[in-house]
Each structure stands twice: as C-alpha cells, then as structure tokens.
RNA sequence: UCCUUGAUAGCUCAGCUGGUUAGAGCGAGUGACUGUUAAUCACUAGGUCCCUGGUUCGAGCCCAGGUCAGGGAGCCA
C-alpha cells in the first residue's frame, strides 16, 4: 500500500510503512508527515484513539524516522493530496538520529555533500520523478519509431573528437580513454540496423565550473542512414515534443511542487524555428529584429527591470530591518522578518549578478565575430527572442567537428545543427548531417591533426556502401535542467560528478 | 587555466573605522498548549572566527601565502 494509492481507499483502514517528513506536537494530539516514495501524508495521532504507550512513541518520532501506521483514510481538503490518516496502530521501525537537513535553507555545498539525504526531499524527489518520465520517453518515442537501442563502448581507445580533455584509465596495461560521445560507434551501427540510438554516460574532464557543466552525464544520440540534415531537424522537433508532452501528461504534480510555470513547455509544441548561422549571427548582433524585438534593445530593457527591482529589494530590506529596530515586536515577527531579509539578500545576489552580466552580454554581442562559435551569452541572447527552442544550422565548418558533411551549395559551412533551448537554457542537442566521402574525411581528419591510424575503422564505414546519414546527441541532464527551469544541472542527476565532486 | 566573490555555533547569517566578555534566527534538549502545515510561546546547552606567517599595546576585522567553495569566461551536451 502506497500513499499515492490513499484515494482509493475513503474510510477504510490502510497500512502505510514510511519516514517522518515533519512532525509537530500539541496536547493529546501529534501531527505526523509520512512520506513513503510514492507522495506525503498526514498522519494524525489522537491520545484517546491509541494506547498511552503508542501515543508515547509517536511523540519521539524525530525527523527521517521509520515507522509502520495503520489507520482510517479520512477526506480533508485542507491537506496535500485532499486525505489524512486517523491513527489506529503506530509501530516504529527506527527513530532517526538528529538530521541534518533543518526545515529551512540551506547552502549548496552543505546540500551537495549531504546529496544522499538531500535526494528525499519534496523538490529532489519531484525533480528526479519528472527525470525518470524524459527517461521512460526517450525509449517510448524511439521504440515506436522503429529504432534499435544500442549502445556504444565506455572505454575508447582514440579521441573522437580530439580537442576536449579525456579521463585516462589503465586498460590492461594501454591508456583507455572514458567515451566523450558514442557518434562514431552509432554511425557503424545504424550502417547494420538502420535506425539505432545509444543511451550512456558519457565523461568529460573539463575543469568547467558553470550551471551547465558536468563531468559525468548522459546522452542520447540517435543515428539515421538514408538521412539528410533537414530531415535531421524534423526528427529532433517530433522527438523533443514527444518527450515535452509526455511530462506535461504525467508529471503535473511534480510541475507544481517545483513551481515551473509550464507556458513555455506549452509553446514549446508548435514548430520550432530553423535559423541559419547567418542568420542568428544578425540577429545577434541586433542586425535583424525578431517578431518586432531587437536583441540588443531587449538586454538593455533588461537591465533597466533588474535595477529597478534591486533599488525595490533594497527598499524593503531597509523597511523590515527599520521595523526590527523598534523594540516590542513579537518573536514570530522577528523571525518572520528576518527570514524575509535573508530571502531579500538571497534574491539581491542574482539580481546584482545579473547587473553585473547584462553589460558584458551587450558588448559580446555587439562585437561577435562572424564565424566564430556562439558563446553561451550568445545563445542567451538569441533564445531570449523565442518562446519555442530554436533550431540553428549551417555553421562556418572550421568551428564544428570533422565527421559533418559540407553544404554541397555552399562549401564554408558545414550541416550541423544545435537546438537551444528557450528561457537562457542554451545548446541541448548537437548534430548534423554526415561527411559520406572517405578522402574529404581524411583532409579533415589531417587538418584537426587527429590520428589517423585510430580512425582507420570509421573510414572503413566509407568503402563499403557509404550513404547519406545524420543524427544528433541529447544530454539528457540539461534537458531536465531546462524542463523543470534549475538553476544548476547538478539538480538534474542523483549523484552527479563534477570538477571537485566524487562524494557522495 | 583566467576573472570575480566568499569561508564566524549543527544550519543560514550579522559583527561598524582594529578595542575589552563574539551575536541573532533556525535546528537540538526541557516544559506549556486538542487541528498543526517551516505551528506558536518560555527556558537551556552549543564557538580551533578555514590554515600558516606577519603588522600592532591590541586582529574575526589589516597584509602575504595557501586550502576549499560559489558565480562567470574558455570548451561543450
């Protein structure tokens, strides 16, 4: 029996086994929160309706204890989930030491380091729900499609792409690289099976310390023969708005209990557009407005809002602590206001932060170069514009990978595609369409000054029946930092692993 | 690797221009209260002010070096 379940069962007597979220006292009655994995309960215990002892017992139940409780299912609007337990029987399974983890804020590095006990409470447990629903479909939506899940090998013996920084290991005596991406593996296997898609970890040793970065995540790549780039893109936009749909259907409780305001995911249904590399570059550079907004303009309103809204913060903080001065005020007053301070001041650090970061993503993008790579302020700036992901294609070939092919119309670009995702969130999917001629790849393969010899087996891919292909790789982490509007990716995975995190 | 901010009680923070015995709230413990939602109220306990060295009559505060962390850049999904 699962609290989930507790609806349908009015006035009948249930069993639930679970952990203390929260408890609270008042004569002959105590308040228990039981959370069981499945959702949170409230349990009341009435001194006359149990034993004296049992009554005892539910008094010492700390935060985070075990226990087993039988009782009555009762509708209550008031409550979560619209029922509360009326207590019949109360066994304790364990009463949990002092916990760490107070009803209140706390730090990110204290929230890290305790990551397995952070992991049951309400938001982590919601997030990590709505994670398991893109999960479940990814496979959904591939499975139908006909696709063949395959995955690609950990352990590398060569660099696929050669310039980010790998993870050594010790194979047998050889250096063994931890995979960077499955792409070269899924192109042989979608040259067997057609269709496939691989689903693993993949590690980068990346000193990157930023909201976006992890040194362990999982992607998602899918590999098509017989596809070309624009097909590529209807793929990424049908798959991303299967996945978008799925967690508006299933996760709407989650959605609320992390407070994500769900319009954008709503609009993230209709088609998304396609830009080309000129083309975002212009509207980057305020050259070319988007729906009647200029890029440039709209920073600037931006700046102007955050600064109104640090002199409002400012003012209140001043307000409340005026009103803390005067003596006589009632203590659950005083800490009301001094926790709306600490609120304030929380909110003052983004607000200052983003003062301080406005001016700089003007000037990057009133001087970005032409053929360069976008820069993450870059792709703030352009998907501040939209309210759907934004599909950008074509870019200048020096800047992409070796295996894209060129555009045969137009040899300065190469058919790569990066989806950004909307509200500041950035690249989410990197692909493109396949570079299908072996001495084209071999020039490209000199020219990044890779080895050639550990890439003798993809060339092989060439010889033997080389066809049009394309296809894409998801990082699954920052899709759910995106779906569920994180502050930081590190949210996004149960234990995730970092420049200067392996604990726990 | 670079830029930037920070480290004070179990947690979140305050601590003025260097000054005598370092503070608050939460959490914990004890007690009060029959409907609480981070309950409320009273009392109690709780400190290597990150480390090393320096300046000074005097350092939580100033200086130098280090460690760790937050945010950002580069790079990327």
Aim: hydrophobic share 40%.
């Amino acid at each position: 029996m699962y609290i989930k379940e507790i609806p349908q069962f009015e006035g009948k007597e249930v069993v639930l086994k679970g952990w203390v979220a929260n408890r609270r006292d008042s004569k002959g009655l105590v308040f228990i929160n039981l959370r069981d994995g499945s959702g949170l309960c409230q349990c009341i215990a009435d001194a006359n309706k149990i034993s004296a002892e049992e009554f005892e017992n539910a008094g010492k139940l700390s935060l985070e204890s075990a226990a087993e409780i039988h009782g009555t299912v009762v509708k209550d609007e008031r409550q979560i989930g619209g029922f509360e337990i009326q207590v019949t029987k109360l066994i304790v399974i364990q009463i949990a030491e002092e916990y760490p983890i107070a009803k209140k804020e706390h730090g990110i590095e204290f929230l890290m380091d305790k990551r397995h006990l952070w992991l049951r409470s309400q938001r982590q447990w919601a997030i990590l729900r709505i994670r398991n629903t893109i999960i479940y479909s990814i496979h959904q939506f591939f499975q139908k499609e006909g696709f063949v899940q395959m995955d690609a090998p950990i352990f590398t013996g060569n660099a696929c792409e050669g310039t980010t920084n790998l993870f050594e290991t010790d194979f047998y005596g050889d250096p063994a690289y931890l995979s960077q991406s499955g792409q070269l593996y899924g192109e042989a296997m979608a040259m067997a099976f057609g269709k496939i898609y691989t689903f693993g970890p993949t590690f980068r040793a990346e000193k990157s310390k930023t909201r976006r970065h992890l040194s362990e995540f999982w992607m998602i790549e899918p590999e098509v023969a017989f596809m070309d780039i624009h097909e590529n893109m209807d793929l990424i936009e049908n798959f991303l708005q299967f996945v978008i749909r799925a967690v508006l259907d299933n996760c709407q409780n989650e959605l609320k209990l992390i407070d994500r305001d769900t319009s954008i995911l709503e609009s993230s249904l209709k088609k998304f557009p396609r830009l080309s590399y000129d083309e975002a570059v212009a509207i980057i550079k305020g050259e070319k407005d988007v729906n009647g907004q200029n890029s440039i303009k709209s920073l600037e309103d931006e700046l102007a809002k955050v600064e109104l809204a640090i002199a409002a913060a400012n003012a209140e903080i001043a307000d409340r602590e005026a009103k803390l001065a005067v003596p006589g005020m009632k203590k659950g007053e005083i800490n009301f206001n001094q926790n709306k301070i600490a609120t304030l001041k929380n909110d003052l650090k983004d607000l200052e932060e983003q003062q301080r970061n406005i001016p700089q993503w003007i000037q990057s993008a009133k001087n970005f170069e032409y053929g360069n790579d976008l820069g993450g302020s870059d792709e703030t700036v352009i998907t501040r514009l939209f309210d759907v992901p934004v599909m950008v294609y074509d870019w200048p070939h020096e800047v992409k990978a070796f295996y894209l092919k060129r555009n045969p119309n137009d040899q300065r670009f190469a058919r790569g595609v990066d989806v950004l995702a909307p509200e500041g969130y950035g690249e989410i999917v990197g692909g493109g369409e396949r570079e299908t001629d072996e001495q084209k790849l071999r020039d490209k393969i000199i020219e990044h000054d890779l080895p050639m010899a550990e890439f003798e087996w993809y060339l092989d891919l060439r010889k033997y029946g080389s066809v049009p292909h394309a296809g894409f790789g998801l990082g699954l982490e920052r899709l759910v930092t995106w779906l569920c509007k994180l502050k930081h990716v590190r949210e996004s995975i149960p234990f995730p692993r970092m420049y200067g995190r392996l604990l726990p």
